[in-house]
């Protein structure tokens, strides 16, 4: 194989990974979203019963905007759910809700690699502003000034940590989910495998993520490497 066409294979490769896992989730909460909850819990009285259970009373659960767009704020303490998560009582909107909740634990807990993660927040969030722009400004100029591109490189870098240290957060923050769904009684033998199948699903994403930030990270390193001299 000539390895001119390598990046551009495995980029192709994993981008359409990325679309079937993609595609997969979203069939898969869209499937759950139909399966009423056998007790009637909403995705709001889930996240306020699992953060209760597990002695947890400093966190506040409250509503937001859009669809997926569910997360645990660790600043202000606030499990955000998405509007259709929040209200309804399907068993999508419990896994979520469960999910979301075991990252408030992990934080009241001190778990270590949400700690790693968060400290890597304010560098990430400095690198995601400028690094694209740095990056095609350094395949440009490669010839003439070949540092930019892999300063450019290094900037990337830190997002790719940052997408390999969320992976075991959110595995161990879907596992809280499904144990504590289990034995609390909120799901049961007709509910439980769903709500494990979209947290499955859900755990599929952040995988592809951190694949799809590796694979590009190596593009641009075959550019620097192929290219330099």
């Known amino acids: 194989m000539n390895m001119v ?14 679309w079937l896992v993609q595609m997969n989730f979203q069939s898969k909460f869209k499937k759950y979203s139909k399966i009423m909850m056998t007790n009637g819990l909403t995705g709001r009285e889930v996240a306020e019963k699992m953060l209760r259970d597990n002695g947890i009373y400093d966190v506040q659960v409250i ?9 645990y704020n660790p600043q202000n303490k606030t499990v955000n759910l998405s ?11 419990a896994a979520v809700a469960a999910h979301e909740c075991g990252h408030a634990i992990q934080h009241a807990k001190a778990y ?9 927040v304010p560098v990430v969030s400095l690198a995601s502003k400028w690094v ?3 990056l095609l400004a350094g395949i440009f ?17 830190m997002t790719t ?12 923050a879907s596992r809280r989910a499904i144990v504590w769904l289990s034995n609390a009684g909120v799901t049961n033998y007709e509910t439980d495998g769903a709500a494990k199948g979209a947290l499955r699903a ?15 990270l190596f593009y641009y390193l075959l550019i620097f490497l192929g290219r330099r001299d």
Do not use: C
């Open 63 to 71: 509503s937001t905007p859009g669809q997926l767009t569910d997360h």
């Open 141 to 157: 100029l490669l010839k003439v000034f070949p540092d930019l591109l892999l300063f450019g490189i290094i900037l990337f870098a």
């Open 161 to 172: 940590i940052f997408s390999i240290v969320t992976l075991p957060v959110e595995v161990d």
């Open 132 to 134: 694209q722009w740095i």
């Open 83 to 93: 509007d259709v998560v929040y209200a309804t009582n399907s068993v999508a909107a």
């Open 202 to 216: 859900a755990a599929y994403t952040y995988f592809i993520a951190a694949l799809s930030s590796l694979a590009t």
């Open 5 to 18: 066409y390598l990046p551009y294979i495995l980029f192709g490769l994993v981008a359409l990974l990325s």
């Open 112 to 120: 270590a690699p949400l700690q790693m993660r968060s400290k890597l």
